[in-house]
């Protein structure tokens, strides 16, 4: 099962948006729309988008990826992202 947890403010704190195994073409539906600082990655590979409905920037985090290879990611600058620009989400790798 996939699994990632978004969360409102960088190290893992604020609020947190949990999503199993689902693509969110819109995190406004999950009241979460531009708001991700940090993640981390439970299981699984995620695709990122900058954009709803899966567009602009992309950042790729896996479950064995972060600076620790724990899919911890306590940071946008972990993944090479920016802060609170995170609008949709897809399971997997998407190039």
């Not at 604020?14 to 708001?35: E, Q, T």
């Not at 602009?56 to 972990?78: F, I, T, V």
Request: charged share 20%; proline share 2%.
């Amino acid at each position: 099962m996939a699994k990632i947890i978004l969360f409102q403010n960088t190290n893992f704190t604020g609020d947190a948006c949990v999503l199993k195994d689902a693509d969110i073409r819109n995190l406004s539906n999950k009241s979460f729309n531009d708001r991700a600082s940090s993640v981390i990655v439970i299981d699984g590979s995620w695709t990122l988008y900058q954009h709803a409905e899966f567009g602009g920037a992309r950042w790729y985090l896996q479950a064995n990826g972060g600076p620790e290879r724990d899919g911890c990611y306590p940071s946008y600058n972990d993944w090479q992202g920016s802060n609170d620009s995170v609008s949709s989400v897809r399971r997997g790798i998407d190039r």
